[in-house]
C-alpha cells in the first residue's frame, strides 16, 4: 500500500485562495508534504490575456506571472494543511527577494514549481517561501518571498 500525499484540484483552489480569471495561475497543487512543501502546476496556454502583448508574434509569460503563480502555490500548500477551504484567507506579498529567471515560458510549456517553506508557522501571519519553476527539468525561474497570511 502507497501513501498518497494530498493535492488540490481547481475547485479545491478556488475554495482557498480568491483569485480567479484571468489572475488565477495555478492549475493544481500536489505532492503537498504539510507546511513544508508542495508542488505547483501551471499549463500555459496561448489564450491567456497577458500573451497579447507580451508580446505580439512572440507570446512570452511575463515573469512576474510565474512569480505569482509561485506564490498562489504556496498559498494553497499552506490553505489545504491549514484546512482553509471557504474561510476567506488572504495573502499578500510582503518581499520578493533573489529572483532570477533563467529561460522563456511560452504557451504549450507546463510550469512545475516547487515549493519549500523556509520560515512560518501554523497561527503565525508571516511566512517565507523559497521556490523553483521549470519546464521539462529546465528551471525558468527561482524566488524566495515573504507573504502575509490575512485569515480575518
Not at 512543501?37 to 489564450?47: F, H, L, P, R
Not at 498562489?72 to 477551504?85: C, D, H, N, R, S
Not at 519549500?116 to 497561527?123: A, Q
Amino acid at each position: 500500500m502507497t501513501d498518497t500525499l494530498p493535492s488540490a484540484d481547481i475547485q479545491m483552489i478556488q475554495r482557498i485562495i480568491p483569485h480567479r480569471y484571468p489572475f488565477l495561475l495555478v492549475d493544481k497543487v500536489v505532492d503537498i508534504q504539510g507546511t513544508q512543501s508542495a508542488v505547483g502546476i501551471k499549463n500555459v496556454t496561448m489564450n491567456e490575456p497577458h500573451f497579447q502583448g507580451h508580446f505580439p508574434g512572440m507570446p512570452i509569460m511575463p515573469g512576474v506571472t510565474i512569480v505569482e503563480a509561485m506564490a498562489q502555490t504556496a498559498a494553497v500548500m499552506v490553505g489545504v494543511t491549514l484546512e482553509m477551504a471557504d474561510k476567506d484567507m488572504k495573502v499578500y506579498f510582503m518581499a520578493i527577494d533573489k529572483c532570477k529567471f533563467r529561460r522563456k515560458v511560452v504557451p504549450g510549456d507546463v510550469v512545475r514549481m516547487g515549493l519549500n517553506t523556509l520560515r512560518g508557522k501554523p497561527g503565525g501571519k508571516v511566512w517565507k517561501f523559497g521556490g523553483v519553476a521549470s519546464v521539462e527539468g529546465e528551471m525558468a525561474a527561482e524566488v524566495e518571498f515573504t507573504a502575509m497570511m490575512d485569515l480575518s
